[in-house]
């Protein structure tokens, strides 16, 4: 993360991650350095309708929208 000339962050950080292999791991860490995570439940993501093609792109903006709306189940 970058940092600002004083040390703090120039804005709130959020991260969201569906819960797998490293995503405990990565939420603990974040959390300790005070970043809102969330670790959302993957049985509880619903795929956009109409989506075929699983890209990380597209997985990165169905995650933001999810983290903007408060819409995701988590599991930690």
């Known amino acids: 993360l970058r940092r600002a000339v004083n040390g703090s962050?120039?804005?709130?950080?959020?991260?969201?991650?569906?819960?797998?292999p490293t995503g405990y791991d990565l939420a603990r860490i974040l959390t300790a350095s005070d970043i809102r995570t969330v670790v959302a439940a993957p049985s509880k993501l619903q795929c956009p309708s109409g989506s075929r093609v699983k890209t990380d792109a597209l997985d990165a903006e169905y995650f933001l929208t999810l983290l903007r709306l408060d819409a995701s189940t988590a599991v930690i």
């Open 9 to 20: 962050r120039p804005c709130p950080a959020a991260v969201i991650d569906d819960a797998g």
